[in-house]
Nanobody, 127 residues
């Protein structure tokens, strides 16, 4: 199971950015996918998670209404559309996948032993 997050970069406050999470080596459509972030000195935080088929999503209160998670199982890719970005959103963003956990549990607890973390991508929100 391989997951790779990409699309990070420098963005001004109030701006938007879309992150991608590409999956390889497994049946992408069988896995719930989640987006997480970790800022310096803070614990990793679950942000947005989506069910294997894409019909169920879960968002943390910190990003609800600003971030949107989606996926394209034909392209084995999940996305995190981020808008109204704030300096507090600066962090390394990770995606993770899990074949058993539902989206809310994935966001709350991270992937189980059957799941996997991807490499992160840095998002910096600054003027």
């Amino acid at each position: 199971v391989q997951l790779q997050a990409s699309g990070g970069g420098l963005v001004q406050p109030g701006g938007s950015l879309r992150l991608s999470c590409a999956g390889h080596g497994f049946r992408f459509g069988d896995y719930a996918i989640g987006w997480f972030r970790q800022a310096p000195g803070k614990e990793r935080e679950g942000l947005a998670c989506i069910s294997p088929g894409g019909s169920v999503t879960y968002y943390s209160d910190s990003v609800k209404g600003r971030f949107t998670v989606s996926r394209d199982n034909f392209d084995n890719t999940a996305y995190l559309q981020m808008s109204s970005l704030e300096p507090e959103d600066t962090a390394v963003y990770y995606c993770a996948g899990d074949p058993q956990r539902i989206s809310s549990v994935l966001c709350d607890m991270g992937p189980s032993g059957l799941g996997s973390w991807g490499q992160g991508t840095l998002v910096t929100v600054s003027s």
